[in-house]
């Protein structure tokens, strides 16, 4: 094609990122612009949509289209996910984003419409249990917590479905993100569940269903001012990051897992032969029919970016060489990762975070150590999950920001005893956004795999016994402490959790 660049843009938890990429998945250009989480209440996580979304997305665009706007092809968009954003009929937010499973506020909306909607259906129809992952109680909550805001809304996005409604006009949502929208998506039947959802979200038409790789709409002469990119440009409908990772990293099958090392860990099968389980998310594919296995670990890169703040803003290879120091077992250091509660297989927001076994002898780099350690043992937690599920994963893809320091993913490959093929490169998301921009355009097809610089990482046999020690008491760990965190997790509501609104800024990790 002569026009044969394509844009993606990557909304992140920490920052929007874009690159511009060829048609052989070759990045040619990158930008990025920082932004943070608002934490106005205790287990509140909230963005701005139109200024840290929309403007920084527009700015990082201008940066990269530079003049080349006839050159780009398609436009693709991914982002953190699944969040909700209330807006009126002309599209425009009526407040702050409500983030992903980061997010607790809906816990009583999950239990009332679990015993309204019945455990078992929900999990039959939608694939996975509500929890605070889920869109649908979030909905409800703004309906009872926020009347005057529900009143007025008459359109509700996700990051990515907002990005496309802001640059093209349409009003749509993809398969995949909508697979997480429980209880209003049937991944049987890969539409909406009307009756439920006029119950959920009473009053407001949801968005048109589209596949990632679908054209949605084209660039509005309004958003080709914005951006600098060319009215008229196509535009794929995009999907959460996680995902937009998967077609990355060429996973189309099951046997192989991705590990995507973000702020927060997603652990996918694809096409698994899984059954249904509560304590997992079955999730909607690239087509219909087709359907995942997927875990979540809550907290990853969110605890290195808590430490490298807590301890004086050090650079991150510094804080990385400190735990290759420390050694395995961090002198003796256990951690619980629970900073923001825990997704699968706990599904409990209630969870909290650990250091045991502290003496005066530990610096930071065992507790760094200990804390990488511990997202881990949660990835192993999951992985035996999923294994007892049904799912066949003989073997890991690492990727995400996380996982360009080797440390990590060797760690994981020691404590799971998998080794991992680690896609390089820490915008993985936006060059699977771009991989569907291309689809879209007929550039690309589903079994593309655009050829990315790789490692593989063998776990160490001489340290299976130790970790395999480790992780027993991890599992003990967090059951004999389940009843103390229950209790300052309930202080914490009724108090208010230290510190500012904003939260840290993870290192490249979305």
Not at 397 to 412: D, F, Y
Request: some cysteine; glycine content about 12%.
């Amino acid at each position: 094609m002569a026009q044969d660049l394509f844009l993606a843009i990557d909304v992140g938890s920490s920052r929007i990122k874009g690159v511009l990429v060829g048609a052989a998945g070759r990045p040619v250009a990158d930008a990025e612009l920082p932004h943070g989480i608002s934490r106005p209440r205790s287990g509140w996580a909230e963005q701005d949509a139109e200024r840290d979304w929309w403007a920084a997305a527009a700015a990082v665009c201008r940066r990269l289209v530079d003049g080349r706007a006839t050159q780009v092809a398609a436009v693709g968009v991914t982002g953190l996910g699944p969040c909700l954003v209330p807006a009126d009929a002309d599209g425009r937010p009526l407040r702050p984003a409500i983030l992903y499973g980061i997010d607790t506020r809906a816990t009583g909306q999950i239990e009332r419409l679990t015993a309204e909607l019945g455990a078992d259906e929900i999990l039959a129809r939608c694939g996975a249990r509500l929890t605070s992952q889920s869109v649908g109680p979030k909905l409800r909550w703004l309906v009872e917590e926020e009347p005057h805001v529900w009143a007025a809304t008459r359109r509700v996005f996700g990051a990515t479905s907002y990005l496309v409604s802001r640059l093209t006009g349409e009003y749509v949502l993809d398969h995949h993100s909508a697979g997480h929208w429980a209880p209003l998506y049937d991944q049987t039947t890969n539409s909406w569940v009307g009756e439920w959802a006029e119950r959920v979200a009473p009053g407001v038409a949801l968005p048109g269903l589209v596949w990632p790789q679908e054209t949605c709409g084209r660039v509005s002469r309004e958003a080709a001012a914005a951006t600098g990119l060319a009215a008229g440009t196509p535009v794929a409908g995009g999907t959460i990051d996680s995902w937009a990772e998967v077609a990355a990293a060429g996973l189309r099958g099951p046997g192989e897992g991705l590990l995507v090392y973000g702020t927060s860990m997603f652990l996918t099968e694809v096409g698994s032969p899984a059954r249904i389980d509560a304590r997992l998310w079955r999730t909607v594919g690239f087509a219909p029919g087709s359907h995942n296995v997927a875990a979540g670990v809550g907290s990853s890169g969110a605890l290195t970016a808590w430490l490298r703040e807590l301890t004086g803003s050090p650079p991150y290879d510094q804080l990385f060489e400190e735990a290759e120091r420390a050694g395995p077992g961090a002198g003796g250091l256990l951690a619980l990762p629970y900073f923001a509660g825990e997704r699968t297989p706990w599904f409990d927001p209630d969870l909290r975070g650990a250091l045991v076994g502290l003496t005066a002898a530990h610096g930071r780099g065992h507790v760094f150590r200990a804390l990488l350690e511990a997202t881990a043992f949660a990835v192993r937690h999951n992985l035996e999950t999923m294994h007892e599920a049904g799912a066949t994963i003989a073997s890991l893809r690492g990727s995400g920001g996380g996982a360009t320091q080797l440390l990590w993913p060797q760690i994981v490959a020691d404590v799971t005893g998998l080794v991992q093929d680690v896609r390089r490169g820490s915008d993985r998301a936006g060059i699977g956004a771009a991989l569907f921009a291309a689809i879209a355009v007929g550039a690309a097809t589903l079994e593309t795999e655009w050829r990315t610089p790789r490692t593989p990482v063998v776990p160490s046999a001489s340290l299976r016994s130790l970790y395999d020690d480790l992780y027993g008491q991890f599992r003990e760990l967090t059951l004999a402490t389940l009843p103390q965190a229950h209790a300052l997790a309930a202080w914490q509501r009724d108090h208010g959790e230290p510190g500012a609104a904003a939260s840290p800024t993870p290192p490249d990790q979305a």
